[in-house]
T-cell receptor
Framework: KQEVTQIPAALSVPEGENLVLNCSFT??????LQWFRQDPGKGLTSLLL?????REQTSGRLNASLDKSSGRSTLYIAASQPGDSATYLC?????????FGTGTSLTVIP | GAGVSQTPSNKVTEKGKYVELRCDPI?????LYWYRQSLGQGPEFLIY????????DSGLPNDRFFAVRPEGSVSTLKIQRTERGDSAVYLC?????????????FGPGTRLTVL
């Protein structure tokens, strides 16, 4: 069974810092990997989707990379803002199911 | 256009009761997923529909859980004889097509509390 791990579980940074969130998975046979943002009491908002054949995707201040062979993905957030405070989840698509990590809770301090 | 909607947003019930949770996917999306998210955890897959049929229900924890999507649009997740351990946020997601390039769009969830 696919296991997805996210490190760190929580992160607190001052506004303006660049930061990296990590996601690792045990089975490299994936179709794609998706990063989501979840605000308290809300559903999930898709941030970036990386196909298995891709190495990275960028959207604004966000950049996600994928190293399928080593089972790792990173989400890089540039110039963090207080509005970035949320829980960030990664999910891997194995074809039949999507497996989620437990998330990284990010707090950006003004 | 409208996103994925779920009703009710909150449901409080007593142990042993029956509950139904509803999901309205984005219009035209053929794939629909149900997940369960416990406090401090990531969403856990329950069931996936492609059209009207359940293509993968391997995530349903036991036979008290059942889901339908009779017309290929709205889906209902049904839980019989609820237990306190069923308390969680139930999330629904939809995607346009079932394929490797799909992006899932999530609803806000239904918070179920079993007393």
């Amino acid at each position: 069974k696919q296991e997805v791990t996210q490190i760190p579980a929580a992160l607190s940074v001052p506004e303006g810092e660049n930061l990296v969130l990590n996601c690792s998975f045990t089975d490299s046979a994936i179709y794609n990997l998706q990063w989501f943002r979840q605000d308290p009491g809300k559903g999930l908002t898709s941030l970036l989707l990386i196909q298995s054949s891709q190495r990275e995707q960028t959207s604004g201040r966000l950049n996600a990379s994928l190293d399928k062979s080593s089972g790792r993905s990173t989400l890089y957030i540039a110039a963090s803002q207080p509005g970035d405070s949320a829980t960030y989840l990664c999910a891997v698509n194995t074809g039949n199911q999507f497996y989620f990590g437990t998330g990284t809770s990010l707090t950006v301090i003004p | 256009g409208a996103g994925v909607s779920q009703t009710p947003s909150n449901k409080v019930t007593e142990k042993g009761k029956y509950v139904e949770l509803r999901c309205d996917p984005i219009s035209g999306h053929t794939a629909l997923y149900w997940y369960r998210q416990s406090l401090g955890q990531g969403p856990e897959f329950l069931i996936y529909f492609q059209g009207t049929g359940a293509a993968d229900d391997s995530g349903l924890p036991n036979d008290r859980f059942f889901a339908v999507r009779p017309e290929g649009s709205v889906s209902t997740l049904k839980i019989q004889r609820t237990e306190r351990g069923d308390s969680a946020v139930y999330l629904c997601a939809s995607s346009l097509l079932r394929g490797p390039g799909d992006t899932q769009y999530f609803g806000p969830g239904t918070r179920l509390t079993v007393l």
